[in-house]
């Protein structure tokens, strides 16, 4: 089973970027399609981007035209690219499958204060 590991968070000031991964162990990876979820606190997990198998993307209109979804099925990895960030964006960032079927990982924190 295709396990992921995030990483990529920090802290950052509005206005400023980063560029979250999500590293995929395991079979098959390229036979899912993906997205990028994120928590904030007290809030409901909720899914910012996805994209398929082949490349097709979707975003939350919160995220649309600030966050570009990429991945390379060669290195088994998903990116998630922000700019522009937001402090509403500040939360925990999750990868998983639209149908959330993969194991949780730990997440990656984003913090966007000045």
């Known amino acids: 089973q295709v396990q992921v590991v995030e990483s990529g968070g920090g802290l950052v000031q509005p206005g400023g970027s980063l560029r979250l991964s999500c590293a995929a162990s395991?079979?098959?990876?390229?036979?899912?399609?993906m997205g990028w979820y994120r928590q904030a606190a007290g809030k409901q997990r909720e899914l910012v981007a996805d994209i398929t198998t082949g490349g097709r993307t979707n975003y939350a209109a919160s995220v649309s035209g600030r966050f570009t979804i990429y991945r390379d099925n060669v290195k088994n990895t998903m990116y998630l690219q922000m700019n522009s960030l937001k402090p509403e964006d500040t939360a925990v960032y999750y990868c998983n499958t639209p149908r959330e079927n993969l194991p949780w990982g730990q997440g990656t924190q984003v913090t966007v204060s000045s």
């Open positions: 395991g079979d098959f990876f390229f036979f899912y399609d």
